[in-house]
């Protein structure tokens, strides 16, 4: 059967012109498909759900810290230590009283608990003296160590002969002569040297020279080899209760910005340096003038005047756990 066309259900064909007329009064009625509605907008939602996915994120983390943070810290007593190398010699591990030495061509990688990393580097020999939480102790016999610890100041410490040095939360360079003669060379934080009672700081950036009987004066990284030889001559000299003007001058003259710690560390050491050149050149490196009658109680061993010059200077113990980088291997 064929359908006959009708303009009834096609509009496009045309019609009567009754059906036209109708179609016209009709067409104000008619449905017409308006715009399809736009999706809910997002954006707001996103802005107020960001605030909370990134505080729960801290928080997550936060709690995350505080559960690795002591995991990190404890420490078995005597438990040894894991040692990273190629050489098939070396153990896989170090006990306490062990000592491990490498050869010529040889160096190894110590996990210091879970504190840190320790590099021995060829012809190097080290012995573990002790292991627990808080406590983490070896001897540089003769040789070179790196090492790079994130834990609180006083966890790890290197002796070497009568000395010792204590990490207060850095990365630092140490070797050692089979005569006890030394150097430190810190690159992060801060450690102290002590030896026969006296302690030295020594910050980032600066090296300590010492011997089984005493330790040197810290020195910029940068200070050049004449300046470097003053200050140790001159120390020594006043160790043995000389007190050389000309090299006094000397070092006050060729002191920098840069020496100002090496400065410091002199006139704490000696306060009666505090008379000489030494002292106004190391206050021309502070904010502000010393007030009346500094210089005196300087030179008469006050803590407090030397204090007022220590505290405008950052020292340790520092925020330890701020320097995460350290914790990276």
């Known amino acids: 059967m064929v359908e006959t066309p009708d303009p009834l259900w096609d ?176 690159t992060s934080g801060w450690v102290m040297h002590s030896v026969e009672g006296q302690e030295t700081l020594v910050p980032a950036g600066s090296t300590l020279d010492f011997t089984g009987e005493r330790s040197g004066i810290p020195l910029a990284t940068g200070a050049s080899a004449g300046f470097r030889a003053a200050v140790d001559r001159f120390d020594r000299a006043m160790a043995a209760g000389q007190r050389p003007a000309d090299a006094e001058a000397l070092i006050a003259r060729e002191a920098t910005a840069a020496d100002r710690f090496t400065l410091l560390t002199l006139l704490t050491r000696y306060p009666a340096l505090a008379s000489g050149p030494l002292y106004p050149r190391l206050a021309a490196m502070f904010d502000g003038a010393p007030a009346p009658g500094h210089r005196t109680a300087w030179q008469h061993g006050s803590v407090h005047a030397m204090n007022q010059w220590w505290e405008q200077i950052p020292r340790p113990p520092k925020a330890w756990w701020l320097n995460w980088r350290d914790a990276l291997d």
Do not use: N
């Open 11 to 186: 509009p496009d064909l045309p019609g009567d012109g009754e059906l036209e007329r109708l179609t016209a009064l009709l067409g104000a009625y008619r449905h017409v498909p308006g715009p399809v509605p736009a999706a809910p907008p997002l954006r707001r939602r996103r802005r107020r759900l960001f605030p909370l996915a990134a505080a729960a994120a801290l928080v997550a983390c936060a709690i995350g810290i505080a559960a690795w943070v002591p995991w990190r810290l404890q420490w078995s007593e005597h438990r040894q230590w894991a040692v990273q190398t190629d050489a098939p010699p070396f153990p896989a591990t170090l006990a306490v009283g062990q000592t491990l030495a490498t050869a010529a061509t040889q160096s190894a990688t110590l996990q210091v608990a879970r504190i840190g990393r320790m590099q021995v580097m060829p012809g190097t020999r080290i012995r573990l003296a002790d292991t627990r939480t808080g406590h983490h102790r070896l001897e540089l016999l003769e040789g070179r160590i790196r090492a790079r610890i994130w834990a609180p100041p006083g966890h790890f410490g290197i002796a070497a002969g009568a000395s010792e040095t204590v990490d207060l939360g850095c990365e630092f360079e140490m070797s050692r002569t089979p005569q006890g003669e030394g150097t430190i060379h810190v």
